[in-house]
């Protein structure tokens, strides 16, 4: 059903006008229906007559500035909170689990006015939908009946870093996002963001904490797996891809669109000694090689296809100066120079900036030292902080500084309150408020979840991984992968032959026509399985606890290379290297047939390119060092810079 309808305001020179529109399916649980010139509409405040915010035929910036004149104080500040979605059981203190603590949700949104949510559970695709359909409930009862907006982490990778990424559960299971950058194709992976899209939206989750278009310009650097690695530009042209994919265009949010945050704005990849600053030793980013320009290079393709936020660096950037003037030694959280006048003002970014995790609150006592030794470093996001720059202030004063300095959203804290209090101590104006919460309703009122934020689990079920995305995502995790080195010609195999396996699962080979044998002496070729070496020096610290830190290169006693080197002294042996990071493949390129990096490919993916079935197409999206001495030698904030790599950015052969 379509109508046109002039409404003018008598007695005052306001006059709009609402276009053509078809009538929208509206699902309400608590809300009652209204009917106006043959149309339905949504009582969302149950006051028994159409408020323009309700009225789903006007402009999404009318409706908002309608809805922001009716909230309170209290209602706006609970907008600009970013929770975790409680949980019950044993990962409540992180909102994992598989079912919401609807009590404590209750209490956040009733009491707190918190309507956004990161989502932390797994599980069957139908319950997670069940229990994102239930927060919306208890939104939509009450007093404006706003609907929730609940977000995640990545879900459809393969790597689970509590913090930076979910477990894929039933999702469909694609390479990282260094893959993508591998394979270098940008249709590639617009169809991957219109693929997970989908299967957010089928689970009622509406924003994406992602991409990370981070440039990965210091090799040590343990977030490097979730970028589109070191090369500017390859960056830049899968990030407009990515976006474009989870928005379902490159002209803004619509009805099924998920919001995409590229993050981390900036610079975050130049971490000093390849430290990451979720943690304290690690809170500076550092350019002695003067190349912030190229951190900024990856967001202007994300600003290209009009992205729906950005999330701002934890890091304190060392060494960068803004039109002349040092940049103050803040995170980037709190810092107007990187937020007003660069986000906005230079690159006229308007849509929502989501602070990073944490940052207002305090880090003090294991947040800053980390446990003692022989304790399991735990974390409460009421009582772990990112405050990096700010230590010495208050929270409330953190809140003003960085309401101020252009944050819209405070990500996995409530504390509403805090942030009502420094408008009430005049730190932060009222009408700055209002601006956060316009922009972070339009994009609800955009996504059309005042009209139905509700989802069917039983279709669920059905969209999520389902088989052809399935398929999909494993032939895109064959196609990412890099031949670094064929030297023996082993490759492609034929089946029939006797192999040894480490760490690749038997049921596949032998299912492949393969013929599995105990030990590599009695085999005509080896498969061996290897992850990048790491060490992980702050054990005693959260994150560190999680991170891959340390050298790059692999190490006599290493259990990975020693299984290497004990198959390579009998028999042929291919080898494919998991590169969350850039390793140094010295000791392996000696003694390995052949060798195939990848980054994320399950066991039936890498058969499909052992046998030559699938092609390897993928170009390494960042250089592999000859040593740790090159490493130690280069800039951080430069990309592949190290003199004599062992494998250059773009190498990859083919056979």
């Given at each position: 059903m379509k109508?046109?309808?002039?409404?003018c305001?008598?007695?005052?020179s306001?006059a709009?006008?609402v276009?053509?529109?078809e009538?929208?399916a509206?699902?309400?649980?608590?809300?009652k229906?209204?009917?106006?010139?043959?149309l339905?509409f949504k009582?969302l405040?149950?006051?028994?007559?159409l408020?323009?915010y309700?009225d789903?035929r006007?402009p999404?910036?009318?409706?908002?500035a309608?809805l922001v004149k009716?909230m309170?104080?209290?209602e706006?500040?609970?907008?600009m909170m970013?929770?975790?979605?409680?949980?019950?059981g044993?990962?409540?203190g992180m909102?994992?689990?598989s079912?919401?603590?609807?009590?404590r949700?209750?209490d956040?949104?009733?009491?707190r006015?918190?309507?956004?949510f990161?989502?932390r559970l797994?599980?069957?695709p139908?319950?997670l939908a069940?229990?994102?359909?239930?927060?919306?409930?208890?939104?939509e009862?009450g007093r404006?009946?706003i609907?929730?907006t609940?977000s995640t982490?990545?879900?459809?990778?393969?790597?689970?870093v509590?913090?930076?990424?979910?477990s894929?559960g039933?999702?469909?299971?694609?390479p990282e996002?260094?893959?993508?950058?591998?394979?270098?194709?940008?249709a590639l992976v617009?169809?991957?963001?219109?693929?997970?899209?989908?299967?957010?939206r089928?689970?009622?989750?509406?924003?994406?904490?992602?991409?990370q278009?981070d440039?990965?310009s210091e090799p040590?650097w343990?977030?490097?797996n979730g970028t589109f690695g070191e090369d500017?530009q390859i960056?830049k042209?899968?990030?407009?891809?990515?976006?474009?994919g989870f928005?379902n265009?490159?002209d803004?949010?619509k009805?099924?669109s998920?919001?995409?945050?590229?993050?981390?704005w900036?610079?975050?990849?130049a971490?000093k000694?390849?430290y990451?600053s979720?943690?304290a030793?690690?809170r500076?980013a550092?350019?002695p090689g003067?190349?912030?320009?190229?951190?900024?290079?990856?967001?202007?393709?994300?600003?290209k296809a009009?992205v729906?936020g950005?999330?701002?660096t934890?890091?304190i950037?060392?060494?960068v100066?803004?039109?002349g003037?040092p940049?103050e030694?803040v995170g980037?959280?709190?810092s107007?120079q990187?937020?007003?006048d660069?986000?906005?003002?230079?690159y006229?970014?308007?849509?929502?900036?989501?602070?990073?995790w944490l940052i207002?609150n305090?880090?003090?006592?294991?947040c800053?030292?980390?446990e003692k030794?022989?304790?399991?470093?735990?974390?409460?996001?009421?009582?772990f902080g990112?405050p990096?720059?700010v230590?010495?202030?208050?929270?409330v004063d953190r809140?003003a500084?960085a309401?101020?300095a252009?944050?819209d959203q405070f990500?996995g804290v409530?504390?509403?309150?805090?942030l009502?209090?420094?408008?009430?101590?005049?730190?932060?104006?009222?009408?700055r408020l209002d601006?956060?919460?316009?922009?972070i309703l339009i994009q609800k009122f955009?996504?059309?979840?005042f009209?139905n934020?509700?989802?069917?689990?039983?279709?669920?079920?059905a969209?999520?991984?389902?088989?052809?995305f399935?398929?999909?995502?494993t032939?895109?995790?064959a196609r990412?992968?890099?031949?670094?080195?064929?030297k023996?010609k082993?490759?492609?195999?034929?089946d029939?032959?006797?192999v040894f396996?480490?760490?690749?699962?038997?049921?596949?080979?032998?299912?492949?026509?393969?013929m599995v044998v105990?030990?590599?002496r009695?085999?005509d070729f080896?498969?061996?399985?290897?992850?990048?070496p790491?060490?992980q020096?702050?054990m005693?610290?959260?994150?560190?606890?999680?991170?891959?830190?340390g050298?790059?290169?692999?190490?006599?006693?290493?259990?990975?290379?020693e299984a290497?080197k004990?198959?390579a002294?009998?028999v042929?042996t291919?080898v494919?290297?998991?590169?969350a990071?850039?390793?140094i493949l010295?000791?392996i390129r000696?003694?390995a047939?052949?060798?195939?990096?990848?980054?994320g490919?399950?066991d039936?993916?890498?058969?499909?390119?052992i046998?030559?079935?699938q092609k390897a197409?993928?170009?390494?999206p960042f250089?592999?060092p000859?040593?740790m001495?090159?490493?130690?030698?280069q800039k951080?904030?430069?990309p592949?810079?190290?003199?004599h790599?062992l494998?250059p950015i773009g190498?990859?052969?083919a056979?």
């Amino acid at each position: 059903m379509k109508q046109f309808i002039a409404i003018c305001a008598i007695g005052s020179s306001i006059a709009f006008a609402v276009h053509a529109a078809e009538q929208p399916a509206l699902s309400a649980h608590a809300a009652k229906t209204l009917a106006s010139d043959g149309l339905s509409f949504k009582d969302l405040n149950r006051n028994g007559k159409l408020d323009p915010y309700e009225d789903w035929r006007l402009p999404a910036a009318e409706r908002a500035a309608d809805l922001v004149k009716q909230m309170t104080l209290e209602e706006k500040a609970g907008l600009m909170m970013h929770g975790t979605a409680p949980s019950v059981g044993a990962g409540a203190g992180m909102g994992v689990g598989s079912e919401y603590d609807l009590d404590r949700a209750r209490d956040m949104i009733d009491r707190r006015k918190v309507v956004t949510f990161i989502t932390r559970l797994g599980g069957d695709p139908a319950v997670l939908a069940g229990e994102n359909n239930k927060l919306q409930e208890i939104a939509e009862a009450g007093r404006l009946g706003i609907p929730a907006t609940i977000s995640t982490d990545p879900r459809n990778h393969f790597q689970f870093v509590l913090g930076a990424s979910v477990s894929s559960g039933g999702f469909s299971k694609w390479p990282e996002t260094l893959g993508f950058a591998a394979i270098g194709d940008a249709a590639l992976v617009r169809r991957f963001g219109d693929i997970a899209r989908q299967e957010y939206r089928a689970v009622g989750i509406q924003e994406a904490l992602s991409p990370q278009i981070d440039l990965a310009s210091e090799p040590r650097w343990p977030r490097i797996n979730g970028t589109f690695g070191e090369d500017a530009q390859i960056a830049k042209t899968m990030a407009e891809a990515y976006v474009a994919g989870f928005q379902n265009g490159e002209d803004g949010i619509k009805r099924d669109s998920v919001i995409a945050v590229a993050k981390h704005w900036v610079g975050y990849g130049a971490a000093k000694d390849g430290y990451d600053s979720h943690n304290a030793y690690g809170r500076h980013a550092t350019f002695p090689g003067n190349d912030f320009a190229e951190h900024l290079i990856p967001f202007e393709g994300a600003f290209k296809a009009k992205v729906g936020g950005v999330m701002p660096t934890y890091s304190i950037l060392d060494g960068v100066t803004i039109d002349g003037k040092p940049l103050e030694p803040v995170g980037a959280g709190y810092s107007k120079q990187l937020l007003t006048d660069l986000l906005r003002g230079h690159y006229g970014f308007d849509g929502v900036v989501l602070s990073d995790w944490l940052i207002s609150n305090d880090c003090k006592d294991v947040c800053l030292d980390g446990e003692k030794p022989g304790v399991k470093p735990t974390l409460n996001e009421e009582t772990f902080g990112m405050p990096w720059g700010v230590e010495d202030l208050s929270r409330v004063d953190r809140f003003a500084k960085a309401v101020n300095a252009g944050v819209d959203q405070f990500g996995g804290v409530t504390s509403s309150d805090l942030l009502v209090k420094a408008v009430k101590e005049k730190k932060i104006s009222e009408q700055r408020l209002d601006q956060s919460a316009t922009r972070i309703l339009i994009q609800k009122f955009e996504q059309g979840l005042f009209e139905n934020p509700y989802v069917d689990p039983q279709k669920a079920r059905a969209i999520v991984g389902n088989p052809t995305f399935a398929a999909e995502a494993t032939a895109a995790q064959a196609r990412a992968m890099v031949l670094l080195d064929n030297k023996a010609k082993l490759l492609p195999v034929k089946d029939g032959k006797k192999v040894f396996l480490y760490g690749v699962d038997p049921k596949v080979a032998s299912a492949r026509g393969f013929m599995v044998v105990a030990t590599a002496r009695e085999a005509d070729f080896a498969l061996v399985r290897l992850n990048a070496p790491y060490q992980q020096p702050h054990m005693n610290y959260f994150f560190g606890s999680r991170h891959q830190e340390g050298d790059l290169d692999f190490k006599d006693g290493n259990a990975d290379f020693e299984a290497f080197k004990s198959a390579a002294k009998e028999v042929p042996t291919i080898v494919t290297v998991y590169l969350a990071r850039p390793a140094i493949l010295t000791g392996i390129r000696d003694q390995a047939s052949a060798i195939l990096g990848n980054f994320g490919a399950s066991d039936e993916a890498l058969f499909d390119v052992i046998e030559g079935k699938q092609k390897a197409e993928g170009k390494l999206p960042f250089e592999l060092p000859s040593s740790m001495a090159e490493v130690l030698a280069q800039k951080p904030d430069v990309p592949h810079d190290t003199l004599h790599p062992l494998y250059p950015i773009g190498y990859g052969l083919a056979y």
